[in-house]
Structure formats: structure tokens, C-alpha cells
């Protein structure tokens, strides 16, 4: 290891260990997905809860262990994240999306249990084959804080290939959220109407007024 990254692995280390002295510990207990949601940019797209939100799991993969889940959570539960492929780099041309994990206060997924935002990604897809890639967020991201209160993989700024089952489960939502958005801007978009076009000639030269 050179002295930069030594250094570089320092400065993670005291960004962990503040950030863990600074919040409170929200993830005590791991409780399961009661949703997700889905922003691009500042622009909230989509909230999925029910079954389809605690079908997936943030406790899984790097830094984490199956212990805070009782056994039908465990079997039924899905990676977002293809850990077993190991960290990958992803094509350049990625349209990028923040998804928000928030877990129930408990190991099921009830709407009466108050839940919590407990974890967050970044879900990238390539325009040119739909392949979708997932970012655990890096030291200088806003969700890393909040992140290793829950999890501290060790591989955070590292992008993952996302599984099959997430992709399904994101894309169709996504492409639909998008083509509403995209309706409702058509709608409010007021119409092009040109401006009456003059009468006078162009370059028609002004009447002389003859002399006495």
C-alpha cells in the first residue's frame, strides 16, 4: 500500500468512526424493507412498498450477517446487489438513480410498525443494454453517514452488478414514472404562436413628397 492510500484508508477510518460517535443508532434491530424509494436528481419518481419492497433485503452481502432475521425473512428476502460477482466498473453512460431503503422497526414489513430510512444506493442503468449496475455510496457521499450506521461493507464507492429480480422490480416502474413526468410537461407547455408578421414591405423605400 503507498502512503497516499494509506493515508486515504486513514481518512475513511475517521469519517466511519466520527460518523458512528455523531448519529444515533437507528438500526439496532434489522428490521425488514417496509420501502423504496426512487429519486432522479431532486425529483422524487417512485415509492414501492408492500411485497414487492420487503422482497429485498439491505442485510445481506459485505458486512453483514443473517442473525437479526428470523428464518422466513431470510428465505424470502432477495440481494439488490450481485456480491458474489465481486466489485465491477461500469460503462460510462449510466443514467443514475438514488434509491432509499426504509426499514420496519421489526422483522416484518406490517404499515403499522414505524420504520426509518436505513440504507442508500445508487441504481445506474446502461442506456444501451438495460444492464443495471448498483453503487454502494462512497466516504464524500450525503448517504454515507447514515449508511454505516446500518452497514459498513468496506467496499463503499464500489459498483456492484444488480440482480435480475431488482431490475424487474426498478425498471418498468422507473420507465413509467419517467413517461409521466414527461406527459405532465407536455401539458403544461404553452403552444408556439408566432407574431403577426408586418404589413410593411420589406424593403420598401418611403414616398417622396415632390417640391413647389
Same mark, same amino acid.
Given at each position: 500500500?503507498?502512503?497516499?492510500?494509506?493515508?486515504?484508508?486513514?481518512?475513511?477510518?475517521?469519517?466511519?468512526?466520527?460518523?458512528?460517535?455523531?448519529?444515533?443508532?437507528?438500526?439496532?434491530?434489522?428490521?425488514?424493507?417496509?420501502?423504496?424509494?426512487?429519486?432522479?436528481?431532486?425529483?422524487?419518481?417512485?415509492?414501492?412498498?408492500?411485497?414487492?419492497?420487503?422482497?429485498?433485503?439491505?442485510?445481506?452481502?459485505?458486512?453483514?450477517?443473517?442473525?437479526?432475521?428470523?428464518?422466513?425473512?431470510?428465505?424470502?428476502?432477495?440481494?439488490?446487489?450481485?456480491?458474489?460477482?465481486?466489485?465491477?466498473?461500469?460503462?460510462?453512460?449510466?443514467?443514475?438513480?438514488?434509491? !432509499?431503503?426504509?426499514? *420496519?422497526?421489526?422483522?416484518? +414489513?406490517? &404499515?403499522?410498525?414505524?420504520?426509518? =430510512?436505513? $440504507?442508500?444506493?445508487?441504481?445506474?442503468?446502461?442506456?444501451?443494454?438495460?444492464?443495471?449496475?448498483?453503487?454502494?455510496?462512497?466516504?464524500?457521499?450525503?448517504?454515507?453517514?447514515?449508511?454505516?450506521?446500518?452497514?459498513?461493507?468496506?467496499?463503499?464507492?464500489?459498483?456492484?452488478?444488480?440482480?435480475?429480480?431488482?431490475?424487474?422490480?426498478?425498471?418498468? !416502474?422507473?420507465?413509467? *414514472?419517467?413517461?409521466?413526468? +414527461?406527459? &405532465?410537461?407536455?401539458?403544461?407547455? =404553452?403552444? $408556439?404562436?408566432?407574431?403577426?408578421?408586418?404589413?410593411?414591405?420589406?424593403?420598401?423605400?418611403?414616398?417622396?413628397?415632390?417640391?413647389?
Amino acid at each position: 500500500m503507498t502512503a497516499r492510500e494509506s493515508n486515504a484508508a486513514a481518512w475513511v477510518r475517521g469519517v466511519v468512526l466520527a460518523a458512528w460517535l455523531a448519529l444515533p443508532v437507528v438500526a439496532g434491530a434489522k428490521g425488514a424493507t417496509a420501502r423504496i424509494e426512487v429519486d432522479r436528481g431532486k425529483t422524487a419518481l417512485l415509492t414501492i412498498d408492500g411485497q414487492a419492497a420487503s422482497a429485498f433485503t439491505i442485510w445481506s452481502g459485505p458486512g453483514t450477517a443473517w442473525s437479526g432475521l428470523d428464518a422466513a425473512a431470510i428465505t424470502q428476502a432477495g440481494d439488490f446487489a450481485d456480491w458474489a460477482a465481486g466489485a465491477v466498473t461500469p460503462p460510462k453512460k449510466l443514467r443514475i438513480y438514488r434509491v !432509499r431503503f426504509y426499514c *420496519a422497526e421489526g422483522t416484518s +414489513a406490517s &404499515e403499522s410498525l414505524p420504520s426509518h =430510512q436505513c $440504507y442508500g444506493v445508487r441504481y445506474g442503468i446502461d442506456e444501451a443494454t438495460g444492464r443495471g449496475y448498483v453503487q454502494i455510496p462512497p466516504a464524500n457521499d450525503k448517504e454515507f453517514p447514515a449508511n454505516i450506521q446500518s452497514i459498513y461493507r468496506e467496499v463503499e464507492g464500489r459498483w456492484f452488478n444488480s440482480t435480475r429480480p431488482w431490475d424487474e422490480l426498478l425498471q418498468p !416502474r422507473i420507465e413509467a *414514472a419517467l413517461a409521466g413526468l +414527461a406527459a &405532465e410537461t407536455r401539458v403544461y407547455e =404553452q403552444p $408556439y404562436i408566432p407574431t403577426s408578421p408586418s404589413h410593411t414591405a420589406v424593403g420598401a423605400k418611403p414616398a417622396l413628397t415632390p417640391k413647389n
